[in-house]
């Protein structure tokens, strides 16, 4: 269970950056953007899944086998039924094509076994009669918290990262970060405007 929601993290991971790669051409702003911004982000999105899915495990492993699904009782039927019938299977003669329980066989089907032997075999067809039950519903737990709440429909889905809400809440920092200029071009700038101040001072002394 665990490897399924880590593959479905690396299927999200993946589609979250090429997302990425077709809204951001830029390259330089793309991967400040990723990895100043989205990586630390995304990861606590992950973990949040993983932990979920941890504590989904837990809980049907370290509790009492319990449910109240109606299709438990259903199949507990059906599997004593099959037992029933495996045995008497056993007591069926043929004739003419067709399979018959002669009248004296009837009530022979049932095997001797003692008490204990007969309680650990009601308790296996229990126990299997449950956890039918209990694995389709914990697969269905898992698909709806972890996969689908967790990673693609939730409030802080990773798919919902590159939202306009979420852009418009980066700090002043961290937009100059993204796109703002590198060090050695707003040292060219700076040079640059103090010798447009210097001209136009320049210029104001020849006039005058």
Not at 17 to 22: A, F, G, I
Not at 50 to 57: G, I, K, N, S, V
Not at 91 to 103: A, C, F, G, H, S
Request: aromatic share 6%; net charge neutral; charged share 25%.
């Amino acid at each position: 269970m665990l490897s399924h929601t880590s593959k479905a993290i690396a299927l999200v991971h993946d589609y979250v950056h090429r997302l990425l790669c077709e809204l951001c051409p830029d390259a330089a702003v793309r991967n400040q953007l990723w990895d100043g911004v989205l990586s630390e982000e995304l990861c606590e999105q992950y973990m949040r899944a993983m932990e979920h899915a941890r504590f989904l495990l837990k809980v049907e492993r370290g509790s009492l086998p319990a449910t109240y699904n109606h299709y438990f009782n259903a199949t507990l039927q059906k599997r004593r039924q099959a037992r029933m019938a495996d045995a008497m299977a056993e007591l069926t003669v043929e004739i003419n094509d067709r399979k018959y329980i002669p009248q004296d066989q009837i009530g022979k089907h049932a095997t001797d076994m003692d008490n204990s032997q007969q309680a650990c075999e009601d308790i296996l067809i229990a126990l299997q009669s449950y956890y039918k039950v209990a694995r389709k519903r914990f697969v269905d737990t898992v698909c709806q918290q972890v996969v689908s709440y967790h990673l693609l429909e939730g409030d802080k889905s990773p798919l919902k990262i590159l939202c306009a809400e979420r852009v418009l809440k980066l700090s002043p920092e961290q937009l100059d970060m993204i796109a703002g200029e590198d060090a050695v071009s707003k040292n060219e700038r700076q040079v640059l405007v103090r010798e447009m101040d210097s001209l136009k001072m320049a210029v104001k002394v020849l006039r005058s």
